[in-house]
């Protein structure tokens, strides 16, 4: 926001100041909110001169339910994944569909169905995410025995240590300090893929002032990936591997809306384009590859009847 005024009688210019603002991830108990996320993935893997494509689109609507504070300062919240819609095509026009409606369907070939079984799982698991007085992340909760029955490379995408990073790495988006339009931060932020994947991206923050979108007013933050780095967690049992990459980041745009009232982002819409070589491990065997990859996701509040 910017304050200033011309006093015309002593022909003065006084400086432009800039009010600063504070950002503060908070909590409000007894609040429902229910959260609409689209996404859309292209991956484009070049691999021993052949070019294998695989695309997915997803729905998801999510329910957080925030109760009362407890004696300890915590508060805990609920998220119950209500639908779940998605398509993914494999290479060889391979087509399969995930619908929470109907989540027994199966799969179109059986070495489908464990990815289709993580959606399940996943989908019927409810999550308890507790948060401190101070509105930081203290632990996010998932049933015992939940990925129990998950093959081993997708137990991890149930794991507490991980969903726990994941949401504090949410909140870690915002400002240490207080800041005025155009001021930056940098933050370096990792996307968890299957099979214990990462992919590490350090983001250039900025904070646009405010803003009004419905009929809100929103504090604007945005951002752009300047490095992206990927790794393997472990060894894992599979029959390529990634020995080496060179990834760079060739477009991304990130745009959060953030409401200092409910002290959390009502919106948040990102695009992430990364290409690069890769070198990959086929049971000892060395294989050039290069990776073309476009993420793109939109995540915004909705009301019940929409």
């Known amino acids: 926001m910017k304050t200033g005024f011309l006093l015309i009688s ?12 504070t950002l ?14 689209d996404i859309k993935v292209l991956q484009k893997l ?12 997803q729905i998801i609507i999510t329910e957080y339910v925030t109760g009362s504070r407890a004696n300890d300062g915590t508060l805990r919240s609920k998220a119950i994944i209500k639908k779940w819609n998605g398509e993914w095509e494999f290479p ?4 399969m569909e995930f619908n929470s409606e109907v989540p027994g369907r199966k799969a179109p070939i059986a070495q489908l169905e464990p990815v289709l079984e993580l959606l399940r799982v996943t989908f019927k698991t409810p999550l308890t995410h507790v ?15 939940a990925a129990k029955d998950l093959p ?15 949401l504090k790495q949410k909140y870690e988006s915002l400002p240490e300090k207080a800041v005025s339009k155009g001021d930056t931060w940098v933050r370096n932020q990792t996307m968890h893929l299957e099979g214990g994947q990462t992919m590490t991206f ?29 790794d393997m967690e472990g060894d894992p049992n599979t029959p390529l591997k990634v020995k080496n990459s060179e990834l760079k980041p060739v477009m991304s745009s990130l745009e959060l ?25 086929a049971n000892g065997m060395e294989l050039p590859g290069k990776l073309d990859l476009m993420i793109e996701q939109n995540n915004r509040d909705i009301q019940k009847d929409e």
Not at 24 to 37: F, R
Not at 257 to 281: A, C, E, N, P, W
């Open 10 to 21: 002593l022909v003065v210019f006084l400086p432009t100041v800039s009010a600063q603002v």
């Open 24 to 37: 503060d991830a908070k909590q409000l108990e007894g609040s429902k909110v229910i959260e609409h996320s």
């Open 46 to 57: 070049q691999l021993a001169g052949q070019e294998v494509v695989t695309k997915n689109k």
């Open 92 to 95: 060889g026009s391979i087509m």
């Open 131 to 145: 948060f401190n007085r101070d509105g930081s992340v203290k632990i996010v909760e998932v049933p015992e025995d």
């Open 152 to 166: 081993d490379l997708f137990k991890d995408g149930l794991s507490p240590k991980k969903l726990t990073a994941q």
């Open 202 to 230: 350090r983001i250039n923050f900025k904070y646009e002032g405010i803003v009004k979108k419905d009929k809100l007013e929103l504090d604007l933050i945005t951002g752009k990936i300047t490095d992206v780095a990927y």
């Open 257 to 281: 809306f953030f409401d200092r009232k409910q002290g959390r982002y009502v919106r948040t819409k990102s695009l992430v384009h990364i290409k690069g070589d890769m070198t990959f491990d």
